[in-house]
C-alpha cells in the first residue's frame, strides 16, 4: 500500500489515542499528528463528529493522493487493521491460543477498567454527584488491575505474552499511566509494573508517551 499517509486523530492524554501511538511506533509506521482537544470540547464539533460519531478519539485517516481515502475508529480496530496490513513487527502472536490470550488481556483494560476513566463518563458523574467521581475511578480500576495482574502473570515473559511488545502493552501502558494520575496505589501489581518498565526502555514507547506529545501542555499548570 505504496504512497498512503497516516494522519491519528489524537489527544496527548488519551489512553486509547495512545494505545494507537504506541502500535505506529513499534510498526515504525510514520504519521501525521492531528491534536483533538477533550478538555475544550473539540471532540463535539462537527467536523469531528463527522469523523467519529461517537465523539472519540482515536481516528486513524488513510490519505491518498491528499484526500482520506480510508477511515478507521477504536482503538482495538485500528491496531488489528495496521497489523494486518503491515505483517512486520507483529502485534499479536501466530498461534491461535496466543492471539486469543493476547485479544483477551487487552479487552480487559479496553472493556473493563478504562472506561471507568473516561473523560466524559467522569465529568458527566462530578456534575451529577459532586466529588464523587475519584473514587469511582480509583476504586474500578485497582479492581480490574488486580485481575489483569493474575491474568498476565500466567504466561507472561520479558512481556505480557512472550518476550517482544506487543496489543498487551499497547494496552497496558498508557492504563498504568491514567492509574497513577488518577491516585491508584501500583505496589500490589509488580508484573505489571516489570512489564512496564521493560517497554520504557524502547525507542518505541518513549516517542509514543504522552509527555511527548505537540498538544502535551507544560507540566506546570496542566489539568488533573
Same mark, same amino acid.
Given at each position: 500500500?505504496?504512497?498512503?499517509?497516516?494522519?491519528?486523530?489524537?489527544?496527548?492524554?488519551?489512553s486509547?489515542?495512545?494505545?494507537?501511538?504506541?502500535?505506529?511506533?513499534?510498526?515504525?509506521?510514520?504519521?501525521?499528528?492531528?491534536?483533538?482537544?477533550?478538555?475544550?470540547?473539540?471532540?463535539?464539533?462537527?467536523?469531528?463528529?463527522?469523523?467519529?460519531?461517537l465523539?472519540?478519539?482515536?481516528?486513524?485517516?488513510?490519505? #491518498?493522493?491528499?484526500?482520506? /481515502?480510508?477511515?478507521?475508529? +477504536?482503538?482495538? &480496530?485500528? %491496531?488489528? *487493521? $495496521?497489523? @494486518?496490513?503491515? =505483517?512486520?513487527?507483529?502485534?499479536?502472536?501466530?498461534?491461535?491460543?496466543?492471539?486469543?490470550?493476547?485479544?483477551?488481556?487487552? #479487552?480487559?483494560?479496553?472493556? /473493563?477498567?478504562?472506561?471507568? +476513566?473516561?473523560? &466524559?463518563? %467522569?465529568? *458527566? $458523574?462530578? @456534575?451529577?454527584? =459532586?466529588?464523587?467521581?475519584?473514587?469511582?475511578?480509583?476504586?474500578?480500576?485497582?479492581?480490574?488491575?488486580?485481575?489483569?495482574?493474575?491474568?498476565?502473570?500466567?504466561?507472561?515473559?520479558?512481556?505480557?505474552?512472550?518476550?517482544?511488545?506487543?496489543?498487551?502493552?499497547?494496552?497496558?501502558?498508557?492504563?498504568?499511566?491514567?492509574?497513577?494520575?488518577?491516585?491508584?496505589?501500583?505496589?500490589?501489581?509488580?508484573?505489571?509494573?516489570?512489564?512496564?518498565?521493560?517497554?520504557?526502555?524502547?525507542?518505541?514507547?518513549?516517542a509514543?508517551?504522552?509527555?511527548?506529545?505537540?498538544?502535551?501542555?507544560?507540566?506546570?499548570?496542566?489539568?488533573?
Amino acid at each position: 500500500m505504496s504512497g498512503m499517509i497516516y494522519r491519528l486523530y489524537s489527544y496527548w492524554r488519551s489512553s486509547s489515542a495512545w494505545r494507537v501511538r504506541i502500535g505506529l511506533a513499534l510498526k515504525e509506521l510514520p504519521y501525521e499528528y492531528a491534536a483533538v482537544d477533550l478538555g475544550a470540547g473539540q471532540q463535539d464539533a462537527p467536523l469531528h463528529v463527522e469523523r467519529s460519531p461517537l465523539h472519540h478519539v482515536p481516528v486513524l485517516e488513510v490519505i #491518498e493522493g491528499g484526500r482520506p /481515502s480510508l477511515r478507521l475508529v +477504536q482503538s482495538m &480496530a485500528i %491496531l488489528e *487493521w $495496521l497489523d @494486518e496490513v503491515h =505483517p512486520h513487527a507483529p502485534l499479536l502472536p501466530k498461534d491461535p491460543f496466543g492471539r486469543a490470550r493476547v485479544r483477551a488481556l487487552a #479487552e480487559h483494560v479496553n472493556a /473493563s477498567i478504562q472506561p471507568y +476513566q473516561n473523560t &466524559a463518563v %467522569l465529568r *458527566w $458523574l462530578r @456534575e451529577q454527584v =459532586p466529588g464523587s467521581e475519584v473514587g469511582l475511578a480509583r476504586h474500578w480500576i485497582h479492581r480490574g488491575l488486580v485481575g489483569l495482574e493474575a491474568a498476565v502473570h500466567d504466561g507472561a515473559g520479558t512481556f505480557g505474552h512472550g518476550d517482544r511488545p506487543g496489543l498487551v502493552e499497547c494496552y497496558l501502558v498508557p492504563q498504568l499511566y491514567a492509574a497513577r494520575r488518577l491516585g491508584v496505589a501500583l505496589a500490589p501489581f509488580p508484573t505489571l509494573l516489570r512489564i512496564e518498565a521493560a517497554c520504557a526502555g524502547l525507542p518505541a514507547f518513549a516517542a509514543a508517551h504522552a509527555d511527548r506529545q505537540p498538544d502535551a501542555p507544560p507540566l506546570e499548570g496542566r489539568p488533573p
